[in-house]
């Protein structure tokens, strides 16, 4: 018991006449798990980390304290656990399968919010060749997607965080409002390097039929072979240009949201040491940065506000 | 000049017959701010980081990579110095004054969002008192402020982050879901500890006038003593108290967001070693844990999507 | 068994004639730990990081992967638990009961090193005063030590680390090296802002009779006062006052060394905007900073290297 | 001028009894530095984070608040800029430059610290091949080096750190103590995983004609090769075979101190659920974590302190 001698007999009550409860989700966040499928010597690793939210009809845990109908977040870990014995495969398959196990297990759990990011590895390759068993980490980018589910519609946002990237060349920024705040010179030579984020929704209609492994190395080259190769005059054109491309190729994606910080190499003015600097020498600054963000949306197709929500797309 | 010699003659077109441009906005992040007011020995110390993004028509930057048009964000940094030195006062009125100013200047930017972090100093105390102008860091919390401007309407978000409480006694967990997936015990006395974040949208009509200061110290404080006081049956009703306690105790705020990790502490199974453990020795882990998130609205008033966009409240 | 069918039978020697087994511990890092004294209602909270590492003869665990002298660090953790029954204390006292436990228990084990990082609460206080039971967490800099116990040699080193403190004048640099690679000008007056990072190792002979609570907050008590009350004509100065300070005032304490970043604080040039900026508006800048290193030692009191090693110090 | 009426005519010493200055170093810490090689199209990146410390006689800068022999920490990160300008090559090669440069420019300064970090960046390959002037950020990892000069005597230790490694199979941890304290089964088949922290010295006498690149490279294959291939009994097994291997191959190195995390990775038991666990589902666990630490020296000679002290081997 607790050691409280003036707790109430629970559940209680708190009542308000002027607030009530709104939007609300409960759930079991970053849980750790590393599935190895062993068929014969040559092992393959999936290592994800799993949030679990669940929506409904939870007003009761509220307002009385009342946990009858709480589906406890351990439960939730739990069942993580348990649904990655039968494999993991794409994190956005995974994330359907728990979307579709507690709604279709708790009939007052009517939706939810299901993320999954996914670390890569690559094979150790000895003398021997790539190992059956080892494994270094690859990239330090995450593969990250948040399903949502709200009654029988499922919604899948796919994302890469931490993609980093930076040319050394073939990158402008000119002609911009000069007025009395303008410091900043024309460069018509620049070093331009960003943290790329990028989520994109896929088509509810097709959400259950996409293949999601082979999309996102599709939409990650066609974000690293837009960034190397267009003449930027300006980070946004850069992004504009990485999801044109993506809303073109990719038929099953609706919306792409491009958030990129603008990581400045400043030239480091070496003219007192009596030196030139022809953009050899750039000093790395780390804030302020710049922020470039951008959603681009395939004509005909309204932004998906359920889909959206509580993506960190932008922030 | 650049040395891509295929380089196009700026600016360029890049069209698009399926995508088009959505939600943009752009601007200069973590601007680290420290403004000194020296009226006489004593200097008081306010000690901020910034961030400006700028919406409104700057569909030509992305499409076209033309920046007629485009602000920079190194102008936007220099505006947010300049502006600084008039004083800075609440992070929330120092936000507006950013809005107005960029709104108020320059024609097509139409709205956008300022953000500003507030670190908090004492003065540091020595046998002569409290120091005129020497400070330590006060704890690890942040106040923040996400303030919108969308045409001539303005949208206040305040908030707190990594508001760290424990309590030792006073909290239960029982009679949740008893199914297959649940392996946890009921909890009659329980440690409950969480890192607080906390956003409150203030009353669109009164968003000049709301002593910020004041209301800040007050919502901090009833989310303090809620959580001392409340004897606990799970988070989510000690959310619902604080929230409940909010809304009624200030009719400036129309709703507010609480997203709590639940940070487990697990009793030790001390027994192998012939001891007891009546909750005296726990462990404090780190991942996965609990997330529990709400808002509490005031009833009548709509939540205001326009005020919570990219306020980073649930996720 | 193992999936490797090449494996050897265990245990197996791996030798060479070049390479030689150095200096070698083990252990389990980062056992984070709450204990809760409830003596009566009003409980008392402490909250340690523990990490443990045994030294002695452990070398047939490398060479031939031998584990019969191996004490699991899984056991240690366990240790460190049960140990703590009985309560925590000082953390250079709780530390010391590991060393003269694990040092007492396993006579190949000649020595090791224990840390403890140790978290600070204060009780919220409600309008019914400060409560018994909850908690808010103050500050962001942490308390540590390092206790090394070298067969019956016990050394005790404490520090703190993160004490973050600024002041808004009395501060100067001037005078310094004016060659080519100069650039900056004399500052008469500028903020001073630093991170402080402190390690003191006691008296061997005093280790087990200390009173490390008081010292602890003496020391700290210094190094603010001297920190804000010495006008300051460089950081090395200030560190050299605090040290001189710390060494006169704790009979029991044979060094003192002092790790400090110089947190840059740059006057934003206004001028640009038609303003002056007389040390009002400041430009916190991340990197690079300055970094001051002192050690500061009792006269005729060598410094003990066996206190010292694998002190995070210097860096 | 300073605005406390009370600062003396500087400089003044502050002058003790019973302190003495002891060891100390100052500098510029984590200049960021990018430089581009740019002969012809196809550029070359070199991404370094730079901090430079130098010992010498700086006593009066301390006891006196005198900076006449002080080099400022804005100079010195003036000259590792300038000096960059002709190149930076290897960071072992870059530090000792500036290592040779400072004590060679500053009669009093008669030794110092040099550490580079460095950043490893791949070429962005699109349809038409690697890109000449585009990149993305390699690995996770970081090559890093001390270079340390004490009068003539030039000491060089390089490193990695963050190198994360996962083996699923091919590791056993059986037959350790066996008492109160031991929990912990025998595993005769479980996941090994570690972010490896390897430093290595090398020969003074050869520390100005090392290929660095070239041994970088190799210690690392070496490290992977190992930790992929050999049966492990225990983590420290595997980083005596690590350290073994380099030692006999790499006759320049004198010493290597490897220090790993054990991040443990627990079967989670399904069976509550009705299913087993064939070493398949894994909770990968943050803290607390095993730590195993041990040098190997190269036999007949031994370890040097001036080379390893304030290197960050062991903690």
Redesign the interface.
Known sequence: ????P???T???E?T???????????????????????DG?R?E?T?VNV?S?LRGD?AR???????????????????V??L??EGVGAPEAFATRLADHFTGT?DWVTGGRWEVEQLA?NR?????GP?D????????EVRRTVVQRDGDDLFVVSGVTD???????????????D??????ADA??R?MATDITAWWSYDPARAREVDFDAVYDSVRQII??R???L????L??T???M??TV??THADIT?IRLSC??NH?VV?D?S????D?P?????????????????????GVP?EPRAWS???A??
Not at 62 to 73: K, S
Not at 163 to 177: A, I, P, R, Y
Not at 279 to 299: C, H, L, M, Q, W
């Open positions: 018991m607790s050691t409280d003036a707790a109430p629970p559940p209680y708190i308000s006449d002027v607030a009530e409860l709104g939007f609300n989700q409960y759930g079991k966040s970053e849980i750790r798990l590393v599935h190895v499928e062993r010597a092992h690793l290592d949030s939210q939870f845990v509220h307002t009385h304290g009342d946990n009858a109908a709480c589906v406890a977040t351990d439960s939730q870990k739990n069942t656990f348990s990655a014995r708790y590895w150790i390759v000895t003398e021997n190992h068993h080892a494994f270094v980490r690859a990239g330090k993609l980093t990237v930076l040319k050394s060349s073939g990158s402008e920024f000119v002609g911009f409002v007025d009395t705040y303008r410091t900043l018509t030579d070093i690293l072979s960034f190397a190769e003449h930027s005059l300006a946004q054109q992004l504009w240009a999801a044109v809303i073109e919306e910080p603008n190499h480091v070496l007192p040491f009596g030196q600097n953009n050899v020498v750039f000093f790395a600054a780390d804030r302020p940065y710049g922020k470039i963000e951008a959603s681009v949306t395939r004509k932004s509580t993506v960190p932008f922030a």
